[in-house]
């Protein structure tokens, strides 16, 4: 069995490949590039799920027979703004919009937010489809809060603000099998290993 990654985004591609090296599963795993690169997908789903199925139904077309391919979809949902900007995270701060600019923009829009009310959690839905139209979703959350200030330089996105509960680091401080243990795409990772260990017994 070989798993497609159906993302684009470099920095998702490392956490999965190292999070899928570690599991040990012994599969291979490709980039969509080995498929002739990531079909075009537009993200318009209101869900994490919607769109992380949409973006792994449009890799399962080009799968060889014993393919599955897997897509994530995440994003930052702040407690201050009734979970936005969830979906939304990647064009935070417009259409194309920069790891950067989006981030400038949260620390901007939350400087005054007290402190006691700056929580938020990433939220991560994995879709895995295989080429015989199988389809499953797996979850994983963080809670945490957002810092008025980065701290740290690993991970992306929105990782130098978010310290989860009960630690004291921003993911951005964590190394990446830190990070890995307890985020939203370690845990729904686990999910999907798991799962991925049934399903290729019943082949
Ligand atoms: P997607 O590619 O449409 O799923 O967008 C994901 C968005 O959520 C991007 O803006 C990322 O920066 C952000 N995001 C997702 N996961 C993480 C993470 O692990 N750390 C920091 N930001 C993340």
Known sequence: MKLYLATTNAHKIVELESMLEDAGLGYEVHGADTLGGMPPVVEDQDTFTGNALKKARALAERLPEDGIALADDSGICIDAFDGAPGVYSAR?????????????????????????????RFVCRLAAVSATGQEAVFEGEIEGEILRERRGQNGFGYDPVFKPIGRNRTTAEMAPEEKAAISHRGRAMRAFTDWLSSFAQEL
């Not at 935070?92 to 938020?120: C, F, H």
């Open 92 to 120: 935070y701060a417009g259409e194309g919009a920069s790891d950067e600019a989006n981030l400038v923009k949260l620390i901007s829009e939350m400087e005054t937010v007290p402190d006691g009310q700056r929580g938020g």
